[in-house]
């Protein structure tokens, strides 16, 4: 089968790709691994799963009715009604007649001589396209780390990003959660509310800021709605994408008064903003410390057991470094009687038993094991697909040692492909929405540009890709992101590069730059007949 374009992946991305390229009038196939759309809200199912973006600032802008029709409920939307936005935005498109569903994409080659695509699924398909574009989200390959003995477990292992849909019940149940990044602090406190005990393994202790989630009233939805194109522009031309982030003045200009009643406010409000307090909180070591530490007193405060406390201080790494998580209770959780704290730093997970989970100090018994330990970010979902481009070249073998593109889009020697909220773009940096509404309308305006002219490939000029990589490199560096052992750095993975993916320098300087490269009739790209 020959199609105009193929779309790997139907979460927000996909589906958003697909609307575009059926404006233009081309044919196209979109394949997803999941039975329904919403990528990360398909998947990560687990207890408490929650968008760590307000739900006003959290969805499409592209369409005035659908903006204006929809409504959440609370602040912060749960992962369910995240999903029944996006099988209502399927709907209302009309998406799902063009997609795919339960297959994988397993291969994909460039065929120079007929400028196509060729690309191969597990469910046995071949099928062509002049234009690939991934759209398969940058946290989509869940990882489970090895641990000897892990598969003689006798009760549930269970992966927050790969969650049984008829949920678990963990009544009456002893649970191991292992890891603590947002999975494992969204889901403790709620999984500790149903479970007889929780024991919760901690590697690194991370940074989270109260969500203060609550219901959202019609008047304050009507009011955002009625002050959307202004919002929006705002977010698009803002660092992150988020609204209400950016303070104008560096913690290390104010007094200690002011510093704290920032962050008090800051604290009070809740989310992700806080990092925002000051404008020198990601880039000065001091200031950064300023912040940090007054979330430590937090945990000092609301953590009753001192011991317990100073675990789940963070200490090993900036504020912000590593993506802040929000919760709602999360510390709290460990003043309950039934929730044990184990520090695998001191105490390592030697292995996993029939029973439990045995520690170099003790053998913990458990009747369920949830790993809340993470994915192969960014790169990890590309490199599975089994992408090669022109002289056989792997996209595996090609980023060896690390990830190169121009601006994030494409990588040279890979003619046509478009990588959506790929590495060396501001991703996961960002609002992932707002991202995902900028890539998808770029390269949809792109593919609408070259099929005006004749012109069958693009492909990325290796020198505007070399210094794109080196840009993304060094802004990197101007900011406290690298000193974490980050996934944005790949360091959750044995053996992957450390290089920081993600583009920093903020989504309305990045969208400029990518405008600018379009306007100058895409500068920086090969293009040919
Ligand atoms: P994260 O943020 O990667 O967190 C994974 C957690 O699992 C983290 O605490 C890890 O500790 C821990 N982990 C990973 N491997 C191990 C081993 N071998 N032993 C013990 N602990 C381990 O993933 P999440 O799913 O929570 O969140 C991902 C993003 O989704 C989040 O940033 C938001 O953007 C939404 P480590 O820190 O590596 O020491």
Known sequence: MRFDAIVVGAGFSGMYMLHRLRGLGLSVRVFEAGDGVGGTWY???????????????????????????????????????????????????????????????????????????????????????????????????????????????????????????????????????????????????????????????????????????????????????????????????????????????????????????????????????????????????????????????????????ARTAELLMPRDHPIGSKRICVDTGYFATYNRPDVTLVDVRSDPIEEITPTGVRTAAAHHEVDVIVYATGFDAMTGPLLRLGITGRGGLSLKRKWEAGPRTYLGLMSAGFPNLFTITGPGSPSVLSNMIVSIEQHVDWIADCVAWLHERGVTAIDADPQAEKNWTAHVDEVSRFTLYPQANSWYMGANIPGKPRVFMPYVGGVGAYRLKCDQVAADGYEGFLLSS
């Open 43 to 305: 998947w990560n199912r687990y207890p408490g799963a929650r968008c760590d973006v307000e739900s006003m600032e959290y969805s499409f802008s592209f369409d005035r009715e659908l903006e204006q029709e929809w409504e959440w409920s609370e602040r912060y939307a749960s992962q369910p009604e995240i999903l029944r936005y996006a099988e209502h935005v399927a709907d209302r498109f009309d998406l799902r007649r063009d997609i795919t569903f339960g297959t994988r994409v397993t291969g994909a080659a460039y065929d120079e001589a007929d400028h196509l695509w060729r690309v191969e699924t597990d469910g046995g398909e071949r099928v062509a396209a002049r234009w690939l574009i991934t759209a398969v989200g940058c946290l989509s390959a869940a990882r489970v780390p090895d641990f000897p003995g892990a598969s003689t477990f006798g009760g549930a292992s269970l992966h927050t990003g790969r969650w049984p849909h008829e949920g678990v019940d963990f009544s009456g149940l002893r649970v191991a959660v292992i890891g603590t990044g947002s999975s494992g602090i969204q889901s403790i406190p709620v999984i500790a509310d149903q479970a007889e005990h929780v024991t919760v393994f901690q590697r690194t202790p991370n940074f989270s800021v109260p969500a203060h989630n609550r219901p959202l009233t019609p008047e304050y939805q009507n009011q955002v709605k009625a002050d959307y194109p202004d919002l929006r522009r705002q977010m698009r031309e803002s660092m992150t994408g988020l609204l209400g982030a950016a303070g104008t003045v560096p913690a290390l200009e104010v007094t200690q008064e002011e510093r704290t009643r920032e962050f008090e406010a800051r604290w009070a409000r809740g989310g992700i903003p806080f990092l925002g307090a000051f404008t020198d909180i990601a880039v000065d070591p001091r200031a950064n410390e300023l912040a940090a530490e007054f979330v430590r007193g937090k945990i000092r405060e609301i953590v009753s057991d």
